[in-house]
Structure formats: structure tokens, C-alpha cells
């Protein structure tokens, strides 16, 4: 069996290991807290930031979903506005954290390695009661809805959850969705992917493997233009299932300080810069498509003369 197979073979069975792999830590690019503003002052005490500068640091877990968090695997950075928003009040309160490399794990595994106690924070989660009792949510930072998405140019019927049961559909694993989509779609007709592999996802409704998929609305358009997936587009947007992203602590007592401290921060927060940082896949296309096209011209030039 080769390295990767055995490695993978491991992870699978235990996959806690990958926090503690011998692995390249990634990094946050926190010099996008310089967004974030308070729309009023937010009071902390001194000595609430004496205790927090002494806990040890925080083992966080992270997830490539723009414009949330984007990992750049060339130079393995976070940036996004689930960054902005963490290191912001992170410097303020005197934390310190460490990001785990966990690339290789679901998003629920990277769920459950919070609620046991393997990792102490995911950067980003939508609420939901089940995983709520299991752990600490901090308030949102960032809202989004879900969407189906399908080739362009089919007109599929489906104007809610319930119209997907006849059709074949991809979704990824541990979403605060999969429960609903489950008890609606029959097993033989659902296809579950990693969070890593939701490229393979897009790529199945391309090939036709599957139907349809269900995705978060702003992570398709950032990927749309990031991975050139103009063949797909959204048919519905779920809107009366909204998923409000905050952080999510596991459960100990200095776990709720902290959780009460971001809360004070959240309360006062404006993201709006921040948010018009990173929403950023159409003009990456359009600065990239720009690049090109005088790349072209360039070569035609030379070819030319």
C-alpha cells in the first residue's frame, strides 16, 4: 500500500489525526481585519483580557467556502470575511490560536472533532438546534441561503425542498441541510460529497451523473466564476431557509466567556468593507480574462514583427 493510500486509509478511520499530523499549518491573512468596523464601542475589562491572554491557544479548524474563507493552497492562508470578522476581535481580546491542518477532513468531521474536544473552534457553521446542543454558537457575522443549481438551460420544476425527491441528487456531507434533503430524496438517488470535493460535485452535474445539486448560494457564485462553471446555474434559491454563519466553539466554561465577549463584539460589528473585499470571484474572471487577452495580443505582436 502506498503513503497516500495508508494515509488516507488512516484518516478515514480515525480522523482526528489529521490535527495532529506532522502536516503544513495553514495561516489567517489577518491583514483583512483593517475591514471590520465597530459601529460603537465595545467594553471589555481588563482583567476579562488577562484571563483570555493567558488561556492556551485555540485549536482552530477552518473550510475552503469564499467569501466566507478562501484557502490559498500556493501560499496555505484563510482570508475571507469569517477571518476578518475572527482575527479583529481575536487581537482585541488577546487570543491566541493556532489553525490546524485538516484539509483532508469532512465538514462533519471537522464538526465533531469541536464537539469532542479535539478542536476548541470552527470559523464558520451555520446554526442549527442539533449541532447548538453539542456546542457553543458566538452570533452570526455573515448570512446566506442555500440554492439548487442545474446545466443551464434545463427547465427543471422545482420551486422547493420537496420537488427534488425524483431526481438524482449531489450533496455535500454534514451541511446543515443533509437531514431534510435526506428524509426527502431516497438514498439510491442522493450523492454525498467531502467539502474538499465539491469540485467533483459540480463536475457530476456537468457529466450527468447527477441531476441537481444543493449548495450555498454564494459559495456556487464565487466558485462559478473561480472554477469557470458557466454551464451551471442556479434554478432556486431557498429563501425560507436562511443560514446565519457564526463561530462555533466546543463546550467548557472558558469557552463561554469567550463566546460571550464575541458576542459583544457581534453586536456592534459592520462587515459591509469586508464584504465588498471578498466578494471577489466575477472580477478575479474578469481581471484574469483581461490578462489573457493581452497575453494574446502580446504573442500575436511578437508573431507578427
Known amino acids: 500500500m502506498g503513503w497516500q493510500r495508508f494515509q488516507g486509509w488512516v484518516l478515514r478511520r480515525a480522523p482526528w489525526l489529521a490535527l495532529c499530523c506532522a502536516l503544513p499549518t495553514a495561516a489567517l491573512a489577518c491583514e483583512g481585519a483593517r475591514h471590520i468596523r465597530l459601529r460603537q464601542p465595545v467594553s471589555i475589562s481588563p482583567q476579562e483580557k488577562a484571563e483570555f491572554r493567558q488561556l492556551a491557544p485555540l485549536r482552530v479548524l477552518a473550510v475552503d467556502a469564499p467569501p466566507?474563507?478562501?484557502?490559498d493552497p500556493a501560499s496555505k492562508t484563510y482570508s475571507g470575511i469569517g477571518v476578518d470578522v475572527w482575527c479583529f476581535i481575536a487581537k482585541d481580546l488577546g487570543l491566541r490560536y493556532d489553525i490546524l491542518p485538516a484539509q483532508d477532513l469532512t465538514v462533519a468531521d471537522k464538526l465533531r472533532q469541536v464537539q469532542d474536544g479535539h478542536a476548541d473552534v470552527f470559523l464558520l457553521l451555520s446554526q442549527q438546534p442539533d449541532r447548538a446542543r453539542l456546542g457553543l454558537f458566538t452570533l452570526p457575522y455573515y448570512e446566506s441561503y442555500y440554492a439548487v443549481i442545474a446545466?443551464?438551460?434545463?427547465?427543471?420544476?422545482v420551486h422547493g425542498l420537496a420537488d427534488l425527491a425524483p431526481y438524482r441528487v449531489g450533496l455535500v456531507k454534514g451541511v446543515a441541510l443533509e437531514p431534510r434533503v435526506q428524509a426527502i430524496v431516497a438514498p439510491p438517488r442522493l450523492t454525498s460529497f467531502d467539502q474538499a470535493g465539491s469540485k467533483g460535485m459540480f463536475q457530476a452535474l456537468r457529466d450527468g451523473a447527477v441531476?441537481?445539486?444543493?449548495?450555498?448560494?454564494?459559495i456556487f457564485e464565487e466558485k462559478r466564476y473561480t472554477h469557470e462553471l458557466f454551464d451551471l446555474e442556479v434554478i432556486h434559491t431557498l429563501r425560507d431557509d436562511p443560514r446565519a454563519y457564526g463561530f462555533y466553539f466546543s463546550p467548557s466554561p472558558a469557552h463561554q466567556r469567550i463566546v460571550a465577549?464575541?458576542?459583544?463584539?457581534?453586536?456592534a460589528i459592520d462587515t459591509s468593507a469586508s464584504v465588498a473585499a471578498h466578494v471577489i470571484g466575477e472580477r478575479q474572471f474578469i481581471e484574469r480574462y483581461v490578462?489573457?487577452?493581452?497575453?494574446r495580443a502580446m504573442w500575436q505582436t511578437t508573431s507578427v514583427a
Open 68 to 71: 466566507m474563507a478562501r484557502y
Open 151 to 157: 446545466r443551464k438551460g434545463q427547465p427543471l420544476p
Open 211 to 218: 441531476d441537481l445539486a444543493v449548495y450555498s448560494r454564494d
Open 261 to 267: 465577549a464575541f458576542d459583544r463584539y457581534l453586536a
Open 291 to 295: 490578462a489573457q487577452r493581452s497575453q
